[in-house]
């Protein structure tokens, strides 16, 4: 079962015993903090050496735990407790959306707490549960929050370092290290997965916190682990916080594009029932919506999406992605794979209906 990395405030003991484990990757149960940076420019691909490790993440760590953040919210079993890290001198903390969900359905108050105690009362920015991304906003003092550099998850390479700065359980600013394990996993939570697989230690309560390199950028935010794999921890991609963060910060949610079709990911049994080369890339359609823009286009159940306006297809959250981010009303151009005839159609995109619950 997936976790969310959320940790509740009662009943720690019961949550350490049983929810740890479970069969397939989850957002952990009630988010919990973790390491954060500063917005930068982008993310070098190469990494120092290992012997120079050492003294490079305690000198990472030592500057981006003030921009790291508890989320403390009611829970229907207590305090649900996460992280986050803050992106803007003005006050504005990002988190996942599952650590303060119930919150906002009830209207709870949300805290976040910064390292050096003191308590602030946040407000709701923003949020998007198709990402599980939050953006919350504090009144900020005099003393202005240090913030996170974002980098560029796209330029992370697969062996490159990770650290997870946190606060699993309850205990304030752990700090694991491990590496990117994979890129792009999906079939995970959503339909828009695309995340980072890491195997630095992610536990119960590191939900919102996030991921960061070596040059202490935050590449990723800490969303959900296999809690019975043992170092199969996930990471939200921070380019694609980047991609809906001016809409959360000034409409409160995100405006989408939506071609109404299903597409899966080619999977062996994909290609032998329809018959497809080994190593294709691209996405099968597996529903098209009756009377709408995308069945006029002329697509079809099974067809094989292989690009879209040029760019090349090679999972579902991409595709889902790719299209998301486009103007509603716009037409796109799609290379279509058929009873092996590769052709192009032209589809109009309408705006998805994605209320925020």
């Known amino acids: 079962m997936k976790k969310l990395l959320g940790f509740s405030a009662l009943g720690l003991t019961l949550l350490i015993s049983a929810n740890t484990l479970a069969e397939a990757p989850q957002r952990t149960q009630r988010p919990q903090a973790a390491v954060n940076t500063t917005p930068t420019n982008e993310t070098k691909n190469n990494p120092l050496p290992a012997a120079m490790m050492v003294l490079n993440v305690a000198d990472i760590v030592e500057k981006v735990n003030p921009a790291v953040v508890n989320v403390q919210s009611p829970s229907s079993d207590g305090v649900s407790l996460g992280s986050g890290f803050f992106i803007d001198e003005n006050g504005l903390v990002v988190t996942n959306f599952h650590v303060i969900r119930e919150a906002v359905k009830s209207g709870g108050d949300i805290m976040v707490v910064t390292t050096d105690s003191s308590r602030f009362s946040a407000s709701v920015k923003g949020y998007d549960e198709a990402t599980d991304i939050a953006l919350l906003e504090i009144k900020v003092t005099d003393k202005k929050p240090l913030i996170t550099n974002l980098g560029d998850s796209d330029k992370i390479r697969v062996g490159e370092w990770a650290i997870a700065v946190g606060s699993p359980y309850g205990l304030d600013h752990t700090v694991t290290l491990g590496i990117i394990s994979a890129k792009s996993r999906g079939g995970l939570d959503g339909e828009y997965d695309d995340y980072l697989q890491t195997d630095a230690a992610i536990n119960l309560g590191n939900s919102g916190g996030p991921l960061i390199n070596t040059h202490g950028e935050v590449i990723g935010i800490n969303t959900l682990i296999i809690a019975k794999g043992q170092g199969l ?92 981010r486009l103007v509603p009303g716009s037409k796109v151009e799609i290379r279509i794979l058929r009873e092996k005839k590769e052709f192009t159609v032209t589809a109009e995109l309408t705006e998805k209906k994605e209320a925020n619950k």
């Open 233 to 324: 921890g996930f990471a939200i991609p921070v380019n694609i916080l980047k991609e809906i963060m001016p809409q959360l910060r000034d409409y409160g949610r995100v405006r989408r594009s939506y071609l109404a079709i299903d597409v899966i990911d080619i999977s062996l049994g994909a290609i032998r029932g329809l018959d497809l080369p080994m190593g294709l890339k691209g996405v099968v359609i597996t529903k098209v919506e009756r009377e709408t823009l995308a069945a006029r286009a002329g697509l079809r159940r099974d067809d094989v999406i292989l690009s879209v306006n040029n760019n090349s297809i090679s999972s579902m959250g991409q595709f889902n992605r790719f299209i998301s």
